[in-house]
C-alpha cells in the first residue's frame, strides 16, 4: 500500500487513467454533497485558510505499460473524484465561453486534468465511469448535445457549479487556486498483498454513505475474475438495476434485500445489518456459485418491483398490486415473493396466486379495521411460508389465516362488519382507498378517486344550522359525534367547497349534489328527503355488506379444514403441574412469569414437553422447571448479549432444551432484575 498527501491535479496530472469497476455505485452525490464542497472552497479562500481535508480516493494500479496510459482502478473515492472532475469542467466551460478572462487556461484544465491529451479511444480520458454515467461525463469532457430529458446526478451537478462560478461568489482564479488547496490522500493498493473488499469495507468515507445494496453489489462482484465480473454484471446484476426506479433506487433495492433475506431466512434481518446477514447467507445459500446467486435475485427482484411499481400485463393483477401499494403492505413482500416464484415455478396457478394476493389484502384492510395492533404482521407474514403444504397449498394458506387467533387473527364476517360500521374511516391512512374500492367494485367504468373529494353528509361544523338539528332530532349532538367520521355518513363529490354546511335537501338538489350523482355511493341518497340516525346505520350496514365481498373471509369447508384442526387438537396439551414443581420453584416461576408476559400484549406462552416458551413469531426465552431454581435459556447468541452481572453461560453446541446459546439460572426472587435484564434484550430482538 501507498499512501500520499496531495490534491486533485497531482493526481490527475500525467498520463494515467481512472477506471471506476462495474461494482461500483453509479454517481450517487445529490446538491446536499455539491454545496458541502462549494461552501468549504468559498470558506478556505475567503478565510484565506492554507488547506481542506477532502477525504481519501483508494485505488489499484493496473499492470504498468512500457507506454500508454497507467491506468488505476478506484475501489473507494469516485464521488469526490467525480464531483471534482464536474466543477473543473464547469470552470473550463467558463474560460471558454468567456476569452476575456486571461486568468484560467481552459486549455491546461482540459489537457492536464480531463484528457489525456495524445490519446484516442476511451484512453483519452482521465475519468471513465461506467454505464450511462460514463456516456454523459464524455459528452460533458466533449462538449456534445446531450438528449433532452436525460435523468443524471452529473448534469444536475454541473450545472449547480456552472451556476455558482456564474454568480462570482469568488473570481474564476479563486476557485482554481481553492481547488488545488484540497487535500486528498491517494492510496494506492498492491494487488498482490492488499485485500481489497477489507480494506473497502473498513472506510469511513466523508462523502454520501454507501448504502446496503451498494455494499452488496461490491461484496458480490469484487471478488470475481475480470471475465466472470464482466458476464454478471451485464446479464444479471445490471438487468436486476435496471427494474428499480432511478430516483429511488438505493432505498427500494435496500428494502428487496431485506425482504429477500426475510423470505430465505424465514426471519427478519435487523435494520443496518442487512449486508452482514447477506454475506452469512451467501455462505450458507444453496447456491454453488455467484452466477446462480444473482440468477437468483434477478427473478426475485423481478417478482418484487412488479408489486412494488405496479407492472403486470394482466389487469386484474396489477389492480391487486395497486391495493397492495395503496395500503402500504410492504410487511407480506417476504411471503408475497415466495407465492410469485411458486406461480413461475408452476406450483401454483395464476388464480391461485390471485385468490393469495387477495387474502393478503383483506387479512391487512380487516385487521386495521378492527383496529387491531399492527406491530406483529411482518412476523406473520415472515414465518407463514413453514405453514404451506405443497400437496395441499391453497388450502394450508387458507387454514392458516382462519386458525390464526388474539393478535395475528384474521377477522371473520361479522367481527368485521360491527367494525366497519362504526370505525371513524375518515381518519385512516387507508380511507381513500376504501372509499375508491367501494364506488369501483365490479364497475365497468372506475371513477378515478383523485378527481373527487371526501364529503360528510351530516357536516363536521360542531354549529349545525336548525335545518341539520330538526332531522337529526334532540340527541342531534351525540348522532354527530358517534357518526360524524363513519362510513354511513361519508360520500364522494366533485363539489365538496359547494355543499359546504349546506342542509341535506339543499346537497340533493344543487347542480351537482347528490340528485345528479353518478357515483354508486350516492345511489341510496338520492331516495332521500332527510338525513338522519336511521339512515346512516342503514346506509353503513348496505356498505360493509359491499366490503365483506370486496374483502373476502378465507373459504374453507369443514372438511378442508378438518386436518388443521385435528392437528392442533392431536397435540398434547401441557400445563404447570406437567412439571416436577413445588412450592418454591412455583413462587419463582410465577414470579418470572408476570415480569415477561408484561412485557407486552403480543407476548404468547406455550407449556411445551420439556420447558415453557415465550414467544411472539418465535421463542425469545425458555424456562426449565428445575428442583431448587429455574434454568432459563434466551435465544440470543452469546457474543450478542449485554451481561453486566456476569450470570450468562455460553451453551453453544451443548445439549440444553430449549433455544438459544445463553442460559442463566433464577435461584431467589431478588434475581428478577437482572434476569429480566436479559431477557429484555432478547424480546427486543424479536420486536424489532
Same mark, same amino acid.
Given at each position: ?6 490534491? &486533485? ?37 475567503? $478565510? ?11 485505488? &489499484? ?40 478572462? +486571461? ?6 484544465? /482540459? ?23 460514463? *456516456? ?6 466533449? !462538449? ?11 448534469? /444536475? ?11 462570482? *461568489? ?35 468515507? +466523508? ?42 433506487? /438505493? ?37 454453488? +456459485? ?10 426475485? %427482484? ?42 413461475? $415455478? ?29 406491530? !406483529? ?27 390464526? $387467533? ?55 361544523? +360542531? ?76 346506509? %353503513? ?5 359491499? %366490503? ?28 404447570? $403441574? ?21 412485557? @407486552? ?69 431478588? *434475581?428478577? /432484575? ?7 434484550? @432478547? ?6
Amino acid at each position: 500500500m501507498d499512501a500520499r498527501k496531495g490534491n &486533485i491535479f497531482e493526481i490527475l496530472n500525467g498520463n494515467r487513467q481512472f477506471l471506476i469497476p462495474v461494482y461500483q455505485r453509479y454517481y450517487s452525490w445529490d446538491l446536499e454533497q455539491c454545496r458541502r464542497l462549494w461552501n468549504d472552497i468559498v470558506d478556505m479562500q475567503k $478565510e484565506n485558510k492554507a488547506g481542506h481535508f477532502v477525504g481519501s480516493i483508494v485505488n &489499484i494500479a493496473e499492470q504498468a505499460m512500457p507506454t500508454g496510459v497507467q491506468k488505476y482502478m478506484i475501489i473507494d473515492g469516485q464521488q469526490r473524484m467525480t464531483t471534482l472532475t464536474l466543477l473543473l469542467l464547469s470552470l473550463r466551460d467558463y474560460a471558454i465561453q468567456h476569452p476575456e478572462d +486571461t486568468t484560467i487556461n481552459s486549455r491546461r484544465i /482540459d489537457n492536464m486534468l480531463l484528457k489525456n491529451e495524445y490519446e484516442a479511444g476511451d484512453e483519452r480520458y482521465k475519468l471513465l465511469l461506467t454505464e450511462t454515467d460514463r *456516456d454523459i461525463l464524455i459528452r460533458l469532457v466533449e !462538449s456534445k448535445l446531450i438528449p433532452d430529458g436525460t435523468k443524471s446526478r452529473l448534469i /444536475d451537478n454541473y450545472k449547480f457549479f456552472s451556476g455558482k462560478i456564474a454568480d462570482r *461568489d469568488l473570481r474564476p482564479a479563486e476557485i482554481y487556486e481553492s481547488i488545488g488547496k484540497l487535500q486528498i490522500v491517494n492510496i494506492t493498493l498492491d494487488r498482490t498483498v492488499d485485500d481489497a473488499q477489507a480494506i473497502f469495507e473498513s472506510l469511513n468515507s +466523508t462523502g454520501k454513505e454507501l448504502s446496503e445494496s451498494d455494499l452488496i453489489r461490491n461484496y458480490v462482484l469484487m471478488g470475481l475474475a475480470p471475465s466472470e465480473q464482466t458476464y454478471v454484471y451485464e446479464h444479471l446484476w445490471r438487468p436486476m438495476e435496471q427494474l428499480f426506479v432511478y430516483e429511488t433506487q /438505493d432505498s427500494i433495492m435496500d428494502s428487496f434485500f431485506r425482504h429477500y433475506l426475510t423470505m430465505k431466512l424465514v426471519r427478519i434481518p435487523k435494520q443496518g445489518r442487512v449486508y452482514e446477514e447477506f454475506k452469512l447467507y451467501h455462505l450458507n445459500c444453496e447456491f454453488g +456459485t455467484i452466477r446462480e446467486l444473482c440468477q437468483d435475485l434477478l427473478n426475485y %427482484a423481478k417478482f418484487y418491483t412488479d408489486i412494488v411499481f405496479k407492472r403486470s400485463n394482466r389487469a386484474e393483477r396489477k389492480r391487486l398490486y395497486e391495493d397492495i401499494v395503496d395500503l402500504r403492505m410492504e410487511v407480506s413482500y417476504p411471503f408475497l415473493l415466495k407465492v410469485h416464484n411458486d406461480c413461475a $415455478e408452476g406450483v401454483i396457478t395464476e388464480d391461485n396466486l390471485k385468490e393469495i394476493l387477495r387474502l393478503c389484502i383483506s387479512y391487512v384492510l380487516r385487521r386495521s379495521i378492527c383496529d387491531i395492533p399492527t406491530n !406483529s404482521m411482518n412476523k406473520t407474514f415472515a414465518t407463514l411460508r413453514n405453514s404451506i403444504r405443497p400437496d395441499d397449498y391453497m388450502n394450508s394458506v387458507k387454514a392458516f389465516f382462519v386458525l390464526q $387467533e388474539t393478535y395475528k387473527e384474521f377477522p371473520d364476517d361479522e367481527k368485521f362488519m360491527a367494525a366497519f360500521m362504526f370505525r371513524d374511516i375518515y381518519t385512516m391512512r387507508a380511507r381513500n382507498y376504501i372509499l375508491s374500492r367501494l364506488e369501483n367494485f365490479g364497475n365497468k367504468a372506475p371513477i378515478i378517486i383523485e378527481n373527487y373529494t371526501i364529503e360528510h353528509i351530516m357536516p363536521q361544523n +360542531t354549529s349545525l344550522s336548525p335545518e341539520w338539528q330538526h332531522d337529526l332530532g334532540v340527541n342531534w349532538k351525540e348522532i354527530q359525534k358517534i357518526y360524524i367520521h363513519t362510513i354511513g355518513n361519508l360520500t364522494l363529490t366533485a363539489y365538496n367547497a359547494e355543499m359546504s354546511d349546506r342542509p341535506f335537501m339543499d346537497k340533493m338538489n344543487m347542480p351537482g349534489g347528490f340528485k345528479e350523482s353518478a357515483l354508486r355511493l350516492n345511489a341510496y341518497l338520492v331516495k332521500l328527503t332527510e338525513w338522519n340516525e336511521d339512515h346512516i346505520k342503514e346506509r %353503513a350496514q348496505q356498505l360493509a355488506a359491499k %366490503a365483506v365481498q370486496i374483502w373476502p373471509y378465507p373459504s374453507l369447508t369443514n372438511a378442508e379444514l378438518a386436518p388443521y384442526t385435528a392437528e392442533e387438537k392431536s397435540a398434547p396439551k401441557y400445563t404447570l $403441574e406437567t412439571y416436577d414443581i413445588n412450592a418454591f420453584t412455583k413462587i419463582l416461576f410465577e414470579t418470572l412469569d408476570r415480569r415477561i408476559m408484561n412485557l @407486552s400484549p403480543t407476548v404468547k406462552r406455550e407449556y411445551k414437553k420439556l420447558y415453557i416458551a415465550y414467544k411472539l413469531d418465535t421463542n425469545f426465552v425458555d424456562i426449565v422447571v428445575q428442583k431448587q431454581r429455574l434454568r432459563i435459556s434466551v435465544n440470543m447468541k452469546f457474543s450478542e448479549v449485554y451481561d453486566p452481572n456476569g450470570i450468562c453461560r455460553d451453551v453453544t453446541g451443548l445439549g440444553r432444551w430449549g433455544n438459544g446459546d445463553v442460559e442463566l439460572f433464577m435461584e431467589h426472587t431478588s *434475581d428478577i /432484575d437482572r434476569v429480566m435484564e436479559i431477557i429484555e434484550q @432478547s424480546y427486543e430482538l424479536q420486536a424489532d
